[in-house]
Structures are given as C-alpha cells and as structure tokens.
C-alpha cells in the first residue's frame, strides 16, 4: 500500500511535469494573442500552485492556501479557454 505522504509527493512531481510542459507552451504563445497567453499563464501557475501544495505537504495534508490558490488559477484557466 502507498502511504499518503508518498501519494502527495508523487502527485506533486506530476503536476510540475504537467507544469513545464505548460510553461514551454507559454513561451511558444509569445508572439500570440493575449488572450492566448493569459489562458497558458494562467495553467502555468495553476499547475505550479498545486505542485507546491501537494510537494509541501505535511501530517496534515496539502498545503492548503497554495492548493486554493491553485484552483482559483485554474478557474480564470478554465475562463479564458471559454473566451478564447
């Protein structure tokens, strides 16, 4: 069985592998729109967010300000790809 500090802290290094593969897309959207920009920047510090929470976890579970900070992110995300 997995334990959960193990679950958080893998957990936490797939979100930053999601999070520099979003970054890379945000340096590709430069000489793009900004509305385009704002969506990829918004992911970027979306999934960044969340990976620090769960990377900075403790007996009490994820960090939760980074993880709500991370989800309200994630929400102006899933605002400006409905705009765009």
Do not use: H, K
Not at 51 to 76: K, S
């Amino acid at each position: 069985l997995v334990e959960e500090g193990e679950f958080y802290d893998s957990f936490g290094l797939f979100l930053m592998g999601w999070f520099i593969f979003t970054f890379i897309l945000l340096l590709c959207t430069l000489r793009s729109t900004v509305a385009f920009f704002f969506l990829f920047f918004t992911l970027a510090m979306a999934f960044l967010l969340l990976g620090i929470g769960y990377l900075n976890a403790d007996a009490a579970g994820p960090q939760g300000d980074c993880i709500v900070a991370g989800g309200a992110f994630g929400l102006m995300a899933a605002f400006a790809a409905w705009y765009n």
